[in-house]
């Protein structure tokens, strides 16, 4: 029961993307579609959980004042390994991930997960909080690629959805689009349990009314 | 953290501990490099052969053109049907690299991208059928490209002018190269 919590507290309340407000880099650049933003998402999804089952492995050998360096070695071996793999089995997708797949090595919700939760925590833990964390990056992701695909190219996950009466505009899918989404996500979210919080505060008082 | 040493905070033993840790990841990727480097070779080599077979379907063979680098006739039977060239163009961001298909009288066939940088859903636009079909017959002093539809003329996909302009570009300086190439060895 306690594993389930660690896995979904990534997926709305810590969302890496809209609460956490890390990796917003890849947030704006790869999600002008669908298909890229999923194939971002997995692929951190992947290098977060392997990074912090090795951080969770070796948090009792490596030294404290280096242990940002050894992560960052951590990270890095994982993907370099991923992309090699990559590169001979699914050499279609390498070719789409390919200049993002690099950048993955400095994203910092990788690094945070293994400073606050890999190196303090068992290995069984710290794999389910890597799983959930990529789980809502990747729906992070995908919610924006979503948005951002339908109004800047009419389509979703490639299919065209919008006849071509439909004139998209083009700062959907530019980089100032992706400010734009993200910012009324955050928005809304942050509306969104201002209400709640209200609503709480007004039937606390109500209670201690009666 | 369960460090308790009293010389826990030595120099060697900090050097040591970044030390194994570069020295174990260097031992994974070298081992993994070993395993996979052959297989992705294969792979690369496959795609490649592939991209050209896309562009003429018909060919049953591709030799590479000797003193040309990366420059491949495609053959049936010992018959000449296509010149196949890479031709690698700046676009909107890094370079577009792709191969060029064109008959032996110097029209193209058709164009094929092997790598790029173009923005999604915009710039890759230039890619599709409906931009690339307007090069197919056509010789290096056609490829004009206009912004506004015209008769005879490449017309750009709009919002991605760049895009088209490399393509467009990459495609005559691919011509151009291939008559140059033609009347030296006449």
Known sequence: MNLWKEFTKGLIAENPIFRLALSLCPALAVTSNVYNALGMGLTVMFVITCNNISVSTFRNVIHPKVRVPVYIISIATIVTVAMLVLEAFLPVLFKELGIYLSLVVVFAIILAR???????????????DGLGM???FTLGMVTIGGIREIIGNGSFFG????????????????????????GFIIG??????????????????????? | ?????????????????????????GVIIAVVFYLTAPIAEIQRIKMKEQSMKELIPEATSFSPIQGKEEWFKAEKDGQ?????????????DGHVKMFVGATPDQKVIGFKVLSHKETPG???????????????GKGYQQLELVKIQEEGKITAVTGATITS?????????????????LNESK
């Open chain 2, 80 to 92: 000449l049907l296509a010149y196949l060239i890479l031709a690698s163009e700046k676009g909107f």
């Open chain 1, 188 to 210: 809304a979210m942050n509306l969104s349990e201002k209400r709640k919080k209200e609503k709480m505060e007004k039937t606390a008082a109500a209670g201690g009314n009666i």
């Open chain 1, 114 to 128: 293994a400073e606050v939760f890999a190196a303090k925590n068992k290995v069984i833990p710290a794999m389910v």
């Open chain 2, 122 to 136: 915009l710039g890759d636009q230039a890619f599709k059928p409906k931009f690339a079909d307007q090069f197919t």
């Open chain 2, 165 to 181: 302009r490399a393509v467009t570009n990459g495609i005559k300086h691919a011509l151009v190269e291939l008559e140059k190439y």
């Open chain 2, 1 to 25: 953290m369960t460090h308790t040493d009293h010389n826990d905070n030595s120099m060697f033993r900090i050097t040591l501990n970044l030390t194994l840790a570069a020295f174990l990841s």
């Open chain 1, 159 to 182: 299919y065209q959805l919008l006849g071509s009466w439909y004139h998209p505009p083009l700062i959907v899918i530019l980089a100032p689009g992706g400010f734009i989404v993200i």
């Open chain 1, 134 to 136: 990529g789980a809502g």
